[in-house]
T-cell receptor, first 117, second 111 residues
Framework: DVKVTQSSRYLVKRTGEKVFLECVQD?????MFWYRQDPGLGLRLIYF???????EKGDIPEGYSVSREKKERFSLILESASTNQTSMYLC????????????????FGPGTRLTVL | KQEVTQIPAALSVPEGENLVLNCSFT??????LQWFRQDPGKGLTSLLL?????REQTSGRLNASLDKSSGRSTLYIAASQPGDSATYLC??????????FGGGTRLMVKP
């Protein structure tokens, strides 16, 4: 079974703090993704990565950065946390590198609920 | 830009009922469509994946259909149970394995 783990289930931070959210997958997947999920707005893609040291902006990258130093680990960084970044953050991974495929699916972690005070 | 809509946003049914969840999308150039389940405060679990060349997929009491030309999919749940209570999300895949999600249908099955 594919396993995607996230470092924290719940996190409380203060405005202005630097926040690191970690995601690890154990199935040698090429692709990794960070989403945030908010009531009424659904899941929105923040950043994704097709390979080590490679990153691409999603739909809402402002205020975030990412790091992928190892294939299995994808980190989301909030450089200076703000209250509007209070949200549920979901990490996902999928197998095939960037390519168009009709059978690939994304596997999701349990989520990190971040509260910024 | 792809847009995915799910109707209804919420649904409450008595146990044992058969039910249908709807999903529509604006760009028919998709590679696949997936249905996910999300329990409160948890991540997403993939239920069914329908490739663009397929019309339907079945898993147990779940059946998902796809009409790519009209931009529609339905998720049929037979003989619903309280354990089916969750939010169901539809997502379509375009180039590069990018997923666009609908807003979800929150299902409550009452004993």
């Amino acid at each position: 079974d594919v396993k995607v783990t996230q470092s924290s289930r719940y996190l409380v931070k203060r405005t202005g703090e630097k926040v690191f959210l970690e995601c690890v997958q154990d199935m040698d997947h090429e692709n990794m993704f960070w989403y945030r999920q908010d009531p009424g707005l659904g899941l929105r893609l923040i950043y994704f990565s097709y390979d080590v040291k490679m990153k691409e902006k999603g739909d809402i990258p402002e205020g975030y950065s990412v790091s992928r130093e190892k294939k299995e680990r994808f980190s989301l960084i909030l450089e200076s946390a703000s209250t509007n970044q209070t949200s549920m953050y979901l990490c996902a991974s999928s197998l095939l590198r960037g390519a168009t495929t009709s059978t690939d699916t994304q596997y999701f972690g349990p989520g990190t609920r971040l509260t910024v005070l | 830009k792809q847009e995915v809509t799910q109707i209804p946003a919420a649904l409450s049914v008595p146990e044992g009922e058969n039910l249908v969840l709807n999903c529509s999308f604006t760009d028919s150039a998709i590679y696949n469509l997936q249905w996910f389940r999300q329990d409160p405060g948890k991540g997403l679990t993939s239920l069914l994946l329908i490739q663009s060349s397929q019309r339907e997929q079945t898993s147990g009491r779940l059946n998902a259909s796809l009409d790519k030309s009209s931009g529609r999919s339905t998720l049929y749940i037979a003989a619903s149970q309280p354990g089916d209570s969750a939010t169901y999300l539809c997502a379509v895949s375009n180039a590069g394995n990018m997923l666009t999600f609908g807003g979800g249908t929150r299902l409550m099955v009452k004993p």
